[in-house]
């Protein structure tokens, strides 16, 4: 009976493969088991708007605050946070008091709200959003709206940490893939087996 001959090769490619797919379900147990979902969001565009519940993520040039627990229809209270929309110009609409003397003479009153706008620089704008993130205008019809869609906010929590993720998975199973063909390349090297073989070939002696 012949000897059966032991493909280390092989069993060094199974090796790498099973390491590749332990990384794989690590990285991928984590994203599901770390995808906490943000505090609910809610936005505005215009001061004379109510918040609405958003399923948009608030990125500059937006501004995002957080704002205290709000009680939901349910009975739990959840962390919010607001949204200011900006207008195409990266500005945010807001209301402020009158009190030039020339808009006065312009047919205003003194002490009238205007409509006027900002970036988030301006302590104006700083502080009618200070003003709404302390008293946020949330309708209870849109709070029941928004706890009917809170199951939305896990998928885009796991999709948000995925993104965060993927490069670190990636780079750990390539390193996997890139060491191990090093390895096997080495090896074939010293023991005069061609490259994409496992075995040197039948009476081929290694030259000195």
């Known amino acids: 009976m012949s000897k059966m001959a032991v493909n280390w090769f ?11 797919w332990l990384v794989a379900l690590g990285f991928g147990g984590a ?7 943000d505090a609910v969001l809610f936005e505005t565009s215009l001061p004379s708007e109510r918040f609405g519940y958003s399923t948009t993520e608030c990125v500059w040039p937006d501004e995002q605050r957080d704002a205290n627990l709000i009680l939901f229809p349910d009975g739990e209270q ?40 900002g970036d988030t620089y301006d302590d104006r704008v700083r502080v009618y959003i200070s003003n709404r993130v302390n008293n946020p205008d949330i309708s209870p019809s849109e ?10 906010r896990k998928p885009r929590a796991i999709w948000g940490r995925t993104k965060e993720m993927l490069p ?11 060491f191990s063909s090093v390895i096997g390349w080495i090896i074939r090297g010293f ?3 061609p490259s994409g073989e496992d075995f040197r070939p039948i009476g081929k002696i290694k030259d000195v």
């Open 168 to 178: 670190f998975a990636a780079g750990a199973i390539g390193f996997l893939w890139l």
């Open 78 to 117: 959840r962390e919010i946070s607001l949204c200011f929309r900006t207008r195409p110009d990266r500005n945010i609409v807001f209301l402020e008091s009158i009190a030039d003397k020339d808009e006065a003479e312009r047919g205003f009153k003194k002490g009238d709200p205007l409509i006027s706008f």
């Open 143 to 152: 709070l029941v709206y928004a706890q009917q869609n809170l199951w939305k």
């Open 191 to 193: 023991a005069g087996i």
């Open 31 to 37: 994203i599901l088991f770390t995808s906490d979902p």
């Open 10 to 20: 092989e069993g060094g490619r199974r090796i790498t493969n099973l390491l590749q």
